[in-house]
């Protein structure tokens, strides 16, 4: 199949200018770029058919010879269409793609700041449960670096500017032919940055950022749980030559109570009663989270491990307004250390004392003179 002539492919006459060329070829290129027709074939040979075009007819060299000889001028390697002959494709792809559209197919240089972004950093902070039911505004204090205020973070010095990287020419990736392959590998003079620090800042030695002590002030939310991570956007160590800051984590460690056990946000409490509490019934009053009391009634004949619940004494939710439970446990205490008195009284109980005052009993020795029968 015959060749279409190159001007017709790109839509210009002869005389187009260069701007002219590029604009053209710039619009079929976004028409028909693979990335957009995924699965067109038809579109994919218009796109390699205008890009063809384009490497000819945007050097003037070769345009004079196209215009010349025609197609005949390159048809002995010089750029066939037949898989573009020596024409090296990727290569020249990327740079198109980088001249035209920058980050978006591909990447052009304004993307290089983003290799010179801050670490982010961490820090652990304990709070007691209290503060986490209630909420807390911390200060803290931490090393990092910051922007360098003589540079303003670029890193040259005062009056003087960094100039494209002379091992990549600005692009921050260096191209090497290994066989039949091109290898694309970040720039190892520049780190991707595209750029190199000629007079750089005697403050930060070309840095654009130095060591300080940060000190900070945070709020620690109602509700926080063990182990929560709390992001600082930009609050990390500053980027090199005027890259981004990276970002703070607070991990929040909840230390442990000596009243009070969490599970999400319920809390849980054991209370010891007596035995004659427990059996002839009382009232009680208990702590809760937020300093405050509560009353509970233990009914006569409570069981050892009994769960109470009162509704909304636990932790807040972290989002939204509602509150957790608090579950008091009753743990029934058995006296020691008995007076002569106390001992009579329950040998006198225990005298009187029939099986239906203890049904769990009556049941456990049926059972167990049921096994000892069997």
């Known amino acids: 199949m015959a060749k279409r002539d190159y001007y017709e492919v790109l839509g210009v006459n ?5 701007d002219q060329i590029k604009s053209a070829y710039r619009k079929l290129a976004v028409k028909y770029h693979p990335d957009k027709n995924k699965g067109d074939k038809g579109a994919e040979e218009k796109f390699k058919e205008a890009s063809e075009a384009y490497h000819v007819l945007s050097n003037s060299e070769r345009k004079q010879n196209y215009d010349n000889f025609g197609h005949a001028a390159f048809e002995n390697g010089g750029g066939g269409r037949g898989g573009f ?29 983003s290799n010179n972004r801050g670490s982010d950093l961490r820090y652990d902070l304990s709070i007691s ?15 990092t670096s910051e922007k360098c205020d003589t540079c303003s973070g670029s890193g040259s010095k005062p009056g003087h500017e960094a100039g494209a990287c002379s091992m990549c020419g600005g692009h921050g990736q260096v191209r090497s032919s290994q066989g039949f392959f091109t290898v694309q590998q ?18 930060c030695n070309g840095q654009g950022k130095k060591q300080a002590s940060k000190r900070l002030s945070v709020t620690i939310p109602k509700g926080v749980d ?39 946000e319920n809390l849980f409490f054991e ?19 937020d300093g405050g009391k ?43 250390s008995l007076n002569k008195e106390q001992k ?31």
Request: glycine fraction near 12%; proline fraction near 4%.
């Open 14 to 18: 002869k005389s187009a200018s260069a």
């Open 85 to 113: 002959g020596n024409f090296d494709f990727s290569n020249h792809f990327s740079d198109i793609f980088e001249d035209f559209f920058g980050e978006g197919f591909g990447g052009g240089r304004r993307s290089r700041r």
């Open 129 to 143: 449960l209290e503060e986490a039911f209630s909420g807390k505004k911390q200060d803290i204090k931490f090393s």
């Open 186 to 203: 970040t720039c190892p003079q520049c780190a991707g940055a595209g750029e190199e620090i000629t007079h750089p800042c005697s403050t």
């Open 226 to 264: 063990d182990g929560t991570r709390i992001r600082l956007s930009g609050k990390g160590e500053a980027g090199s030559r005027g890259g981004s800051s990276g970002d703070l984590y607070l991990f929040i460690n909840v230390n442990s109570h000596d009243l009070f056990k969490r599970s999400d």
């Open 271 to 289: 209370c010891p009663v007596s035995i004659a509490d427990a059996a002839l019934g009382t009232s009680i009053e208990i702590p809760t989270i």
């Open 294 to 336: 509560a009353k509970i009634k233990i009914p006569a004949g409570t069981q050892s491990g009994r769960q109470f619940r009162l509704r909304g004494k636990g932790m807040p939710y972290m989002r939204g307004s509602d509150f957790g439970d608090l579950y008091v446990q009753v743990n029934t205490e058995v006296p020691i």
């Open 344 to 374: 009579e009284l329950l040998e006198k109980f225990r005298e009187i004392e029939n099986e239906k005052s203890n049904p769990s009993i009556k049941k456990f020795f049926q059972k167990a003179k049921s096994f000892w029968k069997n």
